[in-house]
């Protein structure tokens, strides 16, 4: 029987690194034609060409998902290449660093930048990948988000305020398109050893520290999200709609 990932258009952001990396490697050995975007063009090239290398279907294409026009050339790409899009990996995002600020003395610039990544990202990508999908006759949408989407961590305002909004979006795409065969979800990673955490989990106190705060007893795995990153956008995940599903080894039942 064909597996129904096969020949299905999949647009990965963030894909150079990390859990975007993994989430693309995981539709790759599913035989799904794959875009890649990222901010660096290094990086996402090689993993297109690795994925290529393997006999899969990638391409890159480099855009900084905070640049509206970035995301609409993006979107643009999948629609000259393949016609259609049938899932949507909003993965791209930064992180705060291993320097965290209280809300009175937070970098404004720092703000800026976080939120025009990690939330109205997300709003650019959504903005020109639900048109095609609709055209397309529907498709599943995946938001990365964070268990800071769900809680609040002590000096990370902007983080904390663009993860909960990538979770508000989640659910308006939801309310607006269930009707016409979109399924959009949230993941909410935990704490996962990504570039993004490296400088973090560096430091041996923190590193053991965070460790501490997950009952299952040891930091995340790309993999780990991005097995749930593919399952949300197959049939068995039919009925799962507007949820946003933690991936963190159990923190937030602590
Ligand atoms: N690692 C964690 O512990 C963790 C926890 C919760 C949520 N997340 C979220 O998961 C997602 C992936 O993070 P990761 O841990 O794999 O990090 P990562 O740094 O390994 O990968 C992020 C990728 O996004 C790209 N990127 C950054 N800014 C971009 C932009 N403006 N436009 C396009 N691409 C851009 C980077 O170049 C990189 O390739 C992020 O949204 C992050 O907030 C990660």
Redesign the pocket.
């Known amino acids: 029987m064909a597996d129904e990932l096969e020949g299905r258009v999949v647009l990965i ?9 993994s989430i693309a490697g995981k539709f790759a050995e599913r035989g799904a034609y794959l875009l890649l ?4 063009s290094d ?2 090239e090689a993993v297109a060409n690795t994925l290529r290398g393997a006999g899969a279907t990638a391409h890159f294409v480099q ?4 640049v509206a026009s970035d995301c609409e050339r993006m979107v643009g790409e999948v629609r000259a290449r393949f016609g259609r899009l049938d899932v949507a990996i909003n ?5 705060d660093g291993p320097v965290v600020e209280a809300t009175d003395n937070y970098p404004l610039e720092r703000w800026d930048r976080i939120i025009a ?2 939330l109205s ?1 997300v709003f650019h990508c959504l903005r020109y990948e639900l048109p095609l999908m609709l055209e397309s006759g529907g498709g599943a949408i995946v938001n ?5 989407g769900l809680v609040s961590f002590p000096g990370t305002p902007a ?1 904390t305020a663009a ?1 909960h909004g990538v979770i508000g979006l989640t659910k308006v795409i939801c309310n607006e398109y269930a009707a016409r065969g979109i399924r959009c979800n949230a993941i ?10 490296a400088d973090t989990l560096a430091i041996p106190a923190w590193e053991s520290q965070l460790r501490g705060t997950i009952p299952t007893g040891r930091i ?1 795995l ?1 993999d780990d ?1 991005a097995d749930v990153a593919l399952w949300l956008c197959t049939s068995a995940a039919r009925y799962i709609n507007g949820h946003v599903l933690a991936v963190d080894g159990g923190i937030l039942v602590r």
């Open positions: 952001t963030g894909a150079g690194s990390g859990i975007g990396r975007a990222d901010i660096k990086s996402g855009a900084d998902v905070a993965n791209a995002g930064i992180g990544v990690n990202g990365m988000a964070s268990i800071s983080y993860k909410a990673p935990g704490i996962i050893d990504t570039p993004l955490t995340g790309p999200v």
